[in-house]
C-alpha cells in the first residue's frame, strides 16, 4: 500500500469532511448532470459498492460483456466528490477530480456514486430531475463497517480505537456527517421526489432478486430470467469478494493486510463488535436521535 498523509476532520457548512471530498467543491456545486443520469447515493459503507456492480450489471453487462474483464468496477461507477492525487507515482501527474471522471464517460446512461447529504447535491441534479438509488444500512453495521474501512484506508482519517470510534459515531463527527442526518434526509427528500428509489441494505442481502426486480421497476428496465440469473449469480458476496475487478485489491491506498473491502457482508456483525452496556447506551441515544417513526432499520434478518 502507498500512504499518503490522513486527512483533517473539518466542519464544511455543518457537515463533517475532509479536503479529499470537498477540493473541487465548485465544479461539483456547477456540475451538469443529463436527464439519464442514474445515481448511486449512499452514506459510507452502506452497500454501494454492491448497487453499483448491479446497476452497472443490467445496463452494460449485455452490451459491454468485455468490460467485465478489462475495467475496474471503480472505472466505470466514479464518485462525485472525489478530488484524490493521482493514482500514478510522481508528484507532476494531475489530480482526479470525480466531476472530469464522469465527464469523460462514453457509456449512457453514466453511472455514478456519492456520499453526499442531501442537502449537498448539485442544483442541477433537481433541475434534470434524474433518477437516484439511495442505500441505507443499519446504523450499527453501517459503523462497524465503517471502522474497518477507515483502518485500512489512509485517505480516510485514523479511527481510532473501537470504543472511541462509537462514541465519535453517536457524536456524529464522521466524514460525510451525521449517519442519523444523512439517512433520514434522504428519507424525508423521497417523500415529495418520486425519482428517489431508497433500498436498504438488509433487504437486498435477504432476498438479493427481488431487489434487483424492484430496481428493474424503478429503472424501468427489463432483463430476460438468463440475464438477471446471471446478474443474482455474478453479485454474490462470495464472487464479488474474489472478484478483482470489484474488491478493490488493487487500490493504492487501502492496506488489505488490514481489511478487505468487501469484508463480511452481513446482517448483525455488530453484535461481534458492541458489548451489552455499549449496544443498551446507542440504542437510547438512537431513539433520541432518530425521531421518524416511518424510517425503520432492521438490526437482524
Ligand atoms: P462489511 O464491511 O460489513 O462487510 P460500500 O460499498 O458502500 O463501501 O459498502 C461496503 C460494505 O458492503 C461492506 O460491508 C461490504 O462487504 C458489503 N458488500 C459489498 N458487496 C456485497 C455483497 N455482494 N453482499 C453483501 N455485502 C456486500
Not at 434524474?130 to 483502518?151: L, T
Not at 428517489?196 to 429503472?219: A, K, S, T
Not at 478493490?248 to 446482517?267: E, L, P, Q, T
Amino acid at each position: 500500500m502507498d500512504e499518503i498523509s490522513r486527512p483533517e476532520l473539518f466542519d464544511f457548512h455543518g457537515v463533517w469532511m475532509t479536503h479529499f471530498y470537498t477540493d473541487n467543491w465548485e465544479n461539483i456545486q456547477n456540475f451538469q448532470f443529463r436527464p439519464d443520469d442514474v445515481l448511486i447515493a449512499s452514506y459510507p459503507k452502506a452497500g454501494s459498492t454492491w448497487v453499483s456492480y448491479i446497476l452497472d450489471l443490467l445496463h452494460f453487462g449485455q452490451t459491454l460483456p468485455e468490460r467485465e474483464k478489462s475495467v475496474p468496477l471503480s472505472k466505470r461507477v466514479f464518485p462525485l466528490e472525489i478530488a484524490f492525487p493521482s493514482l500514478q507515482p510522481g508528484p507532476s501527474q494531475p489530480k482526479l477530480y470525480g466531476t472530469d471522471l464522469i465527464n469523460n464517460l462514453s457509456t449512457s446512461p453514466r453511472i455514478f456514486r456519492t456520499h453526499l447529504p442531501v442537502q449537498f447535491l448539485p442544483k442541477s441534479f433537481w433541475e434534470q430531475n434524474c433518477k437516484i438509488v439511495y442505500v441505507a444500512r443499519n446504523a450499527k453495521d453501517n459503523m462497524v463497517s465503517y471502522f474497518h474501512f477507515e483502518g485500512m484506508t489512509s485517505f480516510h482519517p485514523e479511527p481510532g480505537d473501537w470504543s472511541s470510534y462509537l462514541q465519535r459515531f453517536m457524536e456524529e463527527k464522521m466524514v460525510f456527517g451525521s449517519w442519523y442526518d444523512h439517512v433520514t434526509g434522504w428519507w424525508e427528500k423521497k417523500q415529495s421526489h418520486p425519482n428517489i428509489h431508497y433500498m436498504f441494505y438488509e433487504d437486498l442481502v435477504e432476498d438479493c432478486g427481488r431487489g434487483i426486480d424492484n430496481l428493474c421497476c424503478f429503472l424501468g428496465l427489463s432483463p430476460s430470467s438468463e440475464e438477471k440469473d446471471m446478474i443474482t449469480r455474478r453479485v454474490q458476496f462470495d464472487d464479488m469478494k474474489k472478484n478483482d475487478m470489484v474488491n478493490h485489491s488493487n487500490f493504492r491506498w487501502m492496506d488489505f493486510k488490514k481489511s478487505s473491502f468487501i469484508r463480511k457482508g452481513k446482517v448483525g456483525d455488530w453484535k461481534n463488535h458492541f458489548t451489552v452496556a455499549q449496544s443498551e447506551t446507542f440504542d437510547e441515544d438512537y431513539k433520541q436521535k432518530m425521531k421518524n417513526p416511518t424510517l425503520q432499520f432492521r438490526t437482524e434478518v
